[in-house]
């Protein structure tokens, strides 16, 4: 007698694979797809599993790994059938007028591969590498859910109730409508056709499909469109409107931000906003005229916003003299606003006689400047 490991299917998952020790006769094989397999190891080591945990069956199939033996070709030499050894003395007929052409095309006898097989009833077993392929790349997919490291690139194939039905690599995948984009689509059918990143967010037992997120993608560009808006703050922006408030517009732009547009930084008369002459889906231009946090951008159509900070090392000169406002009181110092968008430190060691509190007009000295750090550096006069 000697040990040996077959792996036996559990469930209707593919890749729900156990593997069992026994032990049979020297040269002895057995396949453990086979419905008779349950009943011969009971036989034979004693104690298994019940039937109806191992869920065994004659229409079970698994992937495994094969090496391929042998291709057969018609007249035309276009390759028909192939044969793959699966292990343990099987080998696995493959009907290649069903397989993917790029498979065939690649298909040498030697390669090693991945394969979907299927027992039959005469103990003959078929099996397809597209499948075992689909099957692989089903599991990959599944895998990465909640992963926000990982998206995959993808097709909108089809609009249907709720949402649409995507291909990612093949793989049929459902996204619903409120997923598809950072805010609410205003033409569902715009998206058909387009190819899009998305992410694994959940499973749909109801559809028995993946569900995958356009949305969790375009959140996870946030930052790195934030840092690239700061370096181009003056550059003109063309976007479109997401949505109508009363007290503004907000518009999408750079694929993945939405900023509000006040009802003073808009370019159109109160009369022409209020008549609702503005619709979600306008293409519409502006400027950032400030970015507060990620989820909070301030838009304008007054023009390019004008920097202080260009000209402060010609305005605050070291040694020179100036007006301005205490706006916050630390433990280190005192904040004071030179004018809007500037503001420099008084540090405590200089109000060591000195009490300010928020709110008080002081004369400072300017001590130096650093324009491309947003810095000022203060003294009490």
Same mark, same amino acid.
């Given at each position: 007698?000697?040990?040996?490991?077959?792996?036996?299917?559990?469930?209707?998952?593919?890749?729900?694979?156990?593997?069992?020790?026994?032990?049979?006769?020297?040269?002895?094989?057995?396949?453990?797809?086979?419905?008779?397999?349950?009943?011969?190891?009971?036989?034979?080591?004693?104690?298994?599993?019940?039937?109806?945990?191992?869920?065994?069956?004659?229409?079970?199939?698994?992937?495994?790994?094969?090496?391929?033996?042998?291709?057969?070709?018609?007249?035309?030499?276009?390759?028909?059938?192939?044969?793959?050894?699966?292990?343990?003395?099987?080998?696995?007929?493959i009907n290649l007028r069903k397989e993917d052409a790029t498979i065939v095309d690649q298909l040498e006898i030697g390669m090693h591969v991945d394969i979907k097989i299927k027992p039959k009833g005469n103990g003959e077993i078929v099996g397809s590498i597209s499948e075992a392929i689909e099957a692989v790349k089903r599991k990959e997919i599944f895998d990465a859910i909640g992963d926000k490291s990982i998206g995959f690139t993808a097709v909108i194939k089809e609009l249907i109730h709720g949402g649409?039905?995507?291909?990612?690599?093949?793989?049929?995948?459902?996204?619903?409508?409120?997923?598809?984009?950072?805010?609410?689509?205003?033409?569902?059918?715009?998206?058909?056709?387009?190819?899009?990143?998305?992410?694994?967010?959940?499973?749909?037992?109801?559809?028995?499909?993946?569900?995958?997120?356009?949305?969790?993608?375009?959140?996870?560009?946030?930052?790195?469109?934030?840092?690239?808006?700061?370096?181009?703050?003056?550059?003109?922006?063309?976007?479109?409107?997401?949505?109508?408030?009363?007290?503004?517009?907000?518009?999408?732009?750079?694929?993945?931000?939405?900023?509000?547009?006040?009802?003073?930084?808009?370019?159109?008369?109160?009369?022409?906003?209020?008549?609702?002459?503005?619709?979600?889906?306008?293409?519409?231009?502006?400027?950032? !005229? $400030?970015?507060?946090?990620? @989820?909070?951008? +301030?838009? %304008?159509?007054?023009?390019?916003? /004008?920097? #202080?900070? *260009?000209?402060?090392?010609?305005?605050?000169?070291?040694?020179?003299?100036?007006?301005?406002?205490?706006?916050?009181?630390?433990?280190?110092?005192?904040?004071?606003?030179?004018?809007?968008?500037?503001?420099?430190?008084?540090?405590?060691?200089?109000? !060591? $006689?000195?009490?300010?509190? @928020?709110?008080? +007009?002081? %004369?400072?000295?300017?001590?130096? /400047?650093? #324009?491309? *750090?947003?810095?000022?550096?203060?003294?009490?006069?």
């Amino acid at each position: 007698m000697e040990e040996q490991i077959i792996k036996i299917q559990k469930s209707d998952d593919p890749f729900d694979i156990e593997e069992v020790t026994v032990k049979l006769p020297k040269g002895m094989k057995v396949l453990s797809t086979e419905p008779y397999v349950l009943d011969y190891l009971e036989k034979t080591i004693g104690e298994m599993p019940s039937k109806s945990d191992l869920n065994i069956a004659e229409d079970q199939e698994q992937i495994t790994k094969g090496e391929v033996v042998s291709i057969k070709r018609n007249d035309e030499g276009i390759p028909t059938e192939a044969l793959v050894d699966v292990g343990n003395k099987f080998t696995s007929y493959i009907n290649l007028r069903k397989e993917d052409a790029t498979i065939v095309d690649q298909l040498e006898i030697g390669m090693h591969v991945d394969i979907k097989i299927k027992p039959k009833g005469n103990g003959e077993i078929v099996g397809s590498i597209s499948e075992a392929i689909e099957a692989v790349k089903r599991k990959e997919i599944f895998d990465a859910i909640g992963d926000k490291s990982i998206g995959f690139t993808a097709v909108i194939k089809e609009l249907i109730h709720g949402g649409y039905w995507v291909d990612v690599a093949g793989i049929k995948t459902f996204m619903p409508g409120s997923l598809a984009g950072m805010n609410k689509l205003h033409n569902f059918e715009s998206m058909l056709g387009k190819e899009i990143v998305v992410m694994p967010i959940t499973y749909s037992r109801d559809k028995d499909t993946i569900v995958v997120s356009h949305r969790e993608y375009l959140q996870t560009m946030v930052p790195t469109r934030i840092d690239e808006l700061r370096e181009n703050s003056k550059e003109q922006i063309t976007g479109f409107v997401t949505g109508t408030t009363a007290f503004g517009i907000f518009a999408q732009f750079n694929e993945c931000l939405t900023g509000l547009i006040p009802k003073a930084e808009l370019n159109h008369s109160i009369g022409d906003f209020n008549s609702r002459d503005i619709k979600a889906g306008d293409e519409i231009t502006f400027w950032v !005229k $400030e970015i507060i946090s990620n @989820k909070k951008i +301030i838009l %304008t159509q007054a023009g390019a916003p /004008v920097d #202080p900070w *260009e000209e402060a090392a010609k305005k605050y000169t070291p040694m020179s003299e100036a007006e301005g406002k205490v706006t916050k009181i630390t433990n280190y110092g005192a904040f004071i606003q030179l004018e809007k968008g500037i503001s420099g430190l008084i540090h405590k060691s200089q109000l !060591k $006689e000195v009490e300010l509190t @928020k709110g008080d +007009i002081v %004369t400072v000295k300017i001590k130096g /400047v650093q #324009p491309q *750090e947003r810095k000022v550096s203060l003294s009490l006069v």
